[in-house]
């Protein structure tokens, strides 16, 4: 029977390299997967793209990252209070795609449905137009929004089973769900895991056939 439990953060993030592209759940710290984080900066590798709501507000989220300089871009919609992130972006060392927060989710969940895209009127006649294409429809404006997707999607959920089911608690599904179904290899940092069938199935948020690896974390 498919297992894809695997004991270790390492585990989880093995096989990331240098340039890929990096999709991490999280509302600030709700549904942060932190340790999976910790384990991506003791890689030490180079050159991320990042696709995430935020880019870190200090201490063990994203600004693991941005210290250790692995980040060549970041794609999200909230980079404020990330005080790493903003040196490195005055300084010219880091590039920013800024999107409004439901352009960035219905970029990732078109490069989760196999989309080419979708048309949004969010932006025009602002700077969010700029580079891209405008289409007219009925008369009225909107910009061409192009899909999301990454090599990693890397998520934290609250109960797993052995097969890849994953449950979540409550808001703290945030961007993890929708991420869960764009990425190449998914990997779930959970709360505890259970066998195949200890879920309830109407519970279940994001099935078995889109995560690849999952981990618990030890208890704090």
């Given at each position: ?62 600004s693991l990252w941005f210290r250790q300089r692995m980040v060549r871009k970041i794609i999200c919609s909230y980079p404020r209070s990330a ?138």
């Amino acid at each position: 029977m498919r297992n894809v439990v695997v004991g270790t953060e390492a585990a989880a993030v093995a096989g990331l390299r240098n340039g890929h592209v990096v999709m991490v759940g999280g509302f600030g710290g709700a549904g942060l997967p932190r340790s999976i984080i910790k384990a991506v900066a003791e890689l030490g590798v180079r050159d991320l793209t990042v696709i995430s709501n935020n880019a870190g507000a200090g201490g063990d989220d994203l600004s693991l990252w941005f210290r250790q300089r692995m980040v060549r871009k970041i794609i999200c919609s909230y980079p404020r209070s990330a005080k790493d992130f903003t040196l490195q972006y005055r300084a010219g060392t880091v590039e920013l795609e800024l999107l409004p927060q439901g352009t960035l989710v219905e970029r990732i969940r078109a490069g989760g449905a196999g989309l080419g895209g979708f048309l949004s009127p969010v932006g025009v006649g602002t700077v969010f137009e700029r580079g891209k294409e405008k289409i007219t429809v009925g008369g009225r404006d909107f910009l061409l929004e192009l899909p999301l997707r990454a090599d990693f999607a890397l998520v934290k959920g609250r109960t797993a089973d052995t097969l890849g089911n994953v449950t979540y608690n409550k808001a703290a599904r945030n961007h993890c769900a929708v991420m869960a179904t764009a990425a190449d290899i998914v990997a779930v940092e959970v709360d505890r895991i259970v066998e195949a069938g200890g879920l309830d199935p109407e519970s279940i948020v994001t099935p078995c056939i889109f995560v690849d690896r999952v981990f618990a974390r030890a208890a704090a």
